[in-house]
Structure formats: structure tokens, C-alpha cells
């Protein structure tokens, strides 16, 4: 059983949750992730009953690249309830989203992203949740498996997950009509004029050496490699005012 803790640091009182290393329940074999994957196939949404209303005109929206510090982000949004959660005030929702953002080494781009994205969520009058998964160490970074671990800890952390946005941290939408939402799970594909992002200036990784070798091993292992196979180690989990922190060692033995 994890340990939970209240700790206090420069953005203020955050929730801990750590203490947790090589759990059964925190690896492929679990049966929690075969009870995801149940609870997302027969999941009943509201959306016959939701009402929804824009109070604003749906469109192409500014973008600020402008380096922030998270206190001042933090200051803008009081809405924003713990750990990066939100609910329109002024109707029910007919979807709720997870972003799940794969992170590392991206401290000057999280503020940005930020404060860019909870704006545009809320215009959309989605309920959401933003999940920043980082991975620990410096071996190469794995930023799919990263993905499947926030698909499955930010249902451990809350249930009811109707969709599943994974976005990088360095893509900004520029126009609220570039829906985070459900569309019966089909592929959305809007026009040019609407899908449209900024891109942060980031120095380029190092990509990985053997990655034209995994490629040509991917028509024999899709079928088996990813959910039902995920192994990692969960070493923190820190709610903070705008967004959840999850921290987690997948090292090679993963």
C-alpha cells in the first residue's frame, strides 16, 4: 500500500502519492487493466441528456510562446480544481477527456503548454483531466509506453474516462474547433484550416539506433506487445493546482 503524504514546495501544497516499486498490480499481468478495458467497452456516457453551450464563437485562438513561470499560469485558472481536473460550471458535460502528456526534460515548455491548454479545453466545455507522465532516468526515452502508463494510472487516480487524448507537450491547437473529444472512436479528420498547431523550438532528441529495427519487427509483435505486456515502476504521483505529475522508472526489463 502506497504511502500518502501532504508535502509543501515553491507552488504550494501538493498531494504525494509514492512508495510503490514492482507491485503486481502495477504491471501488465494485473487484472486492473483487464477491468479498464471492460469498464471503457461497456461505459453508458450521458450524452443523450447533456447540454451543452458555447459562450463563445468557436475559432482560431492567439497562442503566447512566451517562457512562464507555473505561479503566475497558476494564478490565472482558480477554476481549475486539483490536480489539473475540470467541469464546466454551467451544464453537464458529454464527454470526459484525459490528456495524457508524455514528459522529460521540458521544464520551459510545461508552463506554456499550460496555459495554452486549459483556455482552449474550457472553451470546448469538456470535463478533463491533464496527466504529465515523465519518464525517470536517462535511458532513451519510450514515449509510447509512457502513453500506456497514464492510459492505465490516470484511471487508477479517477474513473469514468470517456476518451483518451495523448499530446505532446510542444503542439499547440490553434482553433477550438479541434475537438478533444469521443467521435464513436473513428478517425477525425479536420480540415487544414482547423487542425492546425504551433510548435515550440526544442532541441531535437537523440533518436533511437534501433529504431528501424523495431519498425520491421512491428507486423510480428502488435498484436501482443503493449497494455497486456506493460511492466514499469511507479515512483511518484503528485497532484499539483494544474495538472497531475506522474513519475515512472520503465527501464528495459519493462
Not at 495524457?100 to 482552449?120: C, K, S, T
Not at 474550457?122 to 470535463?127: C, F, L, P, R, T
Not at 476518451?163 to 480540415?191: E, G, Q, S
Request: charged share 20%.
Amino acid at each position: 500500500m502506497a504511502n500518502i503524504t501532504q508535502v509543501v514546495n515553491g507552488l504550494g501544497n501538493v498531494t504525494v502519492q509514492s512508495g510503490v516499486k514492482d507491485s503486481p498490480a502495477y504491471n501488465g499481468t494485473s487484472m486492473f487493466i483487464t477491468k479498464i478495458l471492460k469498464t471503457i467497452k461497456n461505459l453508458v456516457t450521458t450524452e443523450e441528456v447533456a447540454q451543452q453551450y458555447f459562450v463563445f464563437v468557436p475559432g482560431p485562438i492567439p497562442v503566447n510562446k512566451t517562457n512562464l513561470e507555473l505561479d503566475f499560469v497558476e494564478k490565472k485558472f482558480p477554476e481549475i480544481k486539483w490536480g489539473g481536473m475540470y467541469a464546466p460550471p454551467n451544464c453537464t458535460a458529454r464527454h470526459k477527456v484525459a490528456i495524457i502528456v508524455p514528459y522529460r526534460d521540458r521544464e520551459q515548455h510545461l508552463a506554456v503548454f499550460l496555459n495554452h491548454m486549459h483556455p482552449f479545453l474550457m472553451k470546448q466545455q469538456i470535463e478533463y483531466g491533464i496527466f504529465v507522465i515523465e519518464q525517470e532516468g536517462n535511458k532513451d526515452f519510450n514515449r509510447a509506453k509512457l502513453m500506456n502508463v497514464g492510459f492505465v494510472e490516470s484511471q487508477r487516480l479517477q474513473s469514468g474516462w470517456q476518451c483518451f487524448v495523448f499530446h505532446d507537450i510542444d503542439l499547440l491547437p490553434l482553433d477550438t474547433r479541434n475537438m478533444l473529444k469521443k467521435v464513436n472512436y473513428h478517425v477525425a479528420r479536420y480540415k487544414m484550416s482547423i487542425a492546425r498547431y504551433a510548435m515550440l523550438n526544442h532541441v531535437k532528441s537523440v533518436p533511437n539506433p534501433k529504431r528501424y529495427q523495431l519498425l520491421s519487427q512491428t507486423n510480428k509483435t502488435f498484436q501482443k506487445d503493449g497494455l497486456s505486456t506493460l511492466q514499469y515502476e511507479l515512483i511518484k504521483v503528485v497532484q499539483y493546482h494544474l495538472y497531475t505529475h506522474i513519475v515512472a522508472n520503465i527501464d528495459e526489463r519493462s
